[in-house]
């Protein structure tokens, strides 16, 4: 059986059946795939404690700001990161 990392697997589920995500990740699972389902508040955790360099918050911030771009964020995310950013001070 072969796994696969599948990043985004919104285009993979119907479009009436975003409410099923758990139920899509289980069944992708039988199919092979290795999904999990995790909030983006502990996915960012884990990404950031795997970083091994060091940069500066000015850097931080904007590659926070270029990945929320990435994933598509909502706006709301992105204002967020903008007033933690004007907040320190940036």
Request: hydrophobic share 45%; aromatic share 14%.
């Amino acid at each position: 059986m072969c796994n696969f990392w599948v990043h985004n697997i919104s285009n993979l589920i119907p479009p009436t059946g975003k409410d099923n995500v758990f139920e899509t990740a289980a069944e992708l699972g039988k199919q092979g795939f290795y999904c999990t389902v995790i909030s983006i508040e502990d996915y960012a955790k884990m990404r950031i404690y795997s970083i091994k360099r060091n940069f500066s918050i000015n850097e931080f911030v904007n590659l926070m700001l270029h990945f929320a771009q990435e994933i598509n964020a909502k706006d709301e995310t992105i204002q967020w990161i903008k007033d933690c950013a004007i907040e320190f001070a940036l």
